[in-house]
T-cell receptor
Framework: DQQVKQNSPSLSVQEGRISILNCDYT??????FLWYKKYPAEGPTFLIS?????DKNEDGRFTVFLNKSAKHLSLHIVPSQPGDSAVYFC?????????FGAGTRLTVKP | DVKVTQSSRYLVKRTGEKVFLECVQD?????MFWYRQDPGLGLRLIYF???????EKGDIPEGYSVSREKKERFSLILESASTNQTSMYLC?????????????FGAGTRLSVL
């Protein structure tokens, strides 16, 4: 069973606008959440993370929001740039068990 | 910088061959992981190791085995490759450290089994 779901396989946005990627999870025991970015033919690169004791974490253009009551995670990219075009995976973990979503392909158009 | 090196970027093998995928890290980390990535399925854990000679099955271990004789090296073995093992294979290191739990990935090996 998929404990982490990314329901949008793809997202297209205009350069300079906001990109919002969403992720839902089912296991309330997850206590650490991450976003990874993946370019074709490369491994995933860690982007940003958040602990379950927080509801927001910001790093430059990237902000992750956590809504524990809704079991929902989102990644905001502002402003979006063409170099942000990639597949984004969300992940949720407890102890050493890490579960990944299926990924969302983001395309940022110039 | 964390460095996780996978020995091959691309491999083409024939059905029934024994295949070795190698992963080397330079971070002296206890935990190492093997995943496969398939479209629409995300990353699925095959095996992980938390110390030399120690291993644990992940979600999809069937058809695979692993070896960890030295701390820096974690090998994934396909005993008899099949076409349904055509996939992107990703090695990772890391795991729980206090409140954080971050894994760092190698560049991946794209395996095609014909």
């Amino acid at each position: 069973d998929q404990q982490v779901k990314q329901n949008s396989p793809s997202l297209s946005v205009q350069e300079g606008r906001i990109s919002i990627l969403n992720c839902d999870y089912t296991n309330s025991m997850f206590d650490y959440f991450l976003w990874y970015k993946k370019y074709p033919a490369e491994g995933p690169t860690f982007l940003i993370s958040i602990s379950s004791i927080k509801d927001k974490n910001e790093d430059g253009r990237f902000t992750v929001f956590l809504n524990k009551s809704a079991k929902h995670l989102s990644l905001h990219i502002v402003p979006s740039q063409p170099g942000d075009s990639a597949v984004y995976f969300c992940a949720a973990s407890v102890i050493n068990d890490m579960r990944f979503g299926a990924g969302t392909r983001l395309t940022v158009k110039p | 910088d964390v460095k996780v090196t996978q020995s091959s970027r691309y491999l083409v093998k024939r059905t029934g061959e024994k295949v070795f995928l190698e992963c080397v890290q330079d971070m002296d980390h206890e935990n190492m992981f093997w995943y496969r990535q398939d479209p629409g399925l995300g990353l699925r854990l095959i095996y992980f190791s938390y110390d030399v000679k120690m291993k644990e099955k992940g979600d999809i271990p069937e058809g695979y085995s692993v070896s960890r004789e030295k701390k820096e090296r974690f090998s994934l073995i396909l005993e008899s490759a099949s076409t349904n093992q055509t996939s992107m294979y990703l090695c990772a290191i890391g795991g729980r450290a206090g409140a954080k739990n971050i894994q760092y990935f190698g560049a991946g090996t794209r395996l095609s089994v014909l």
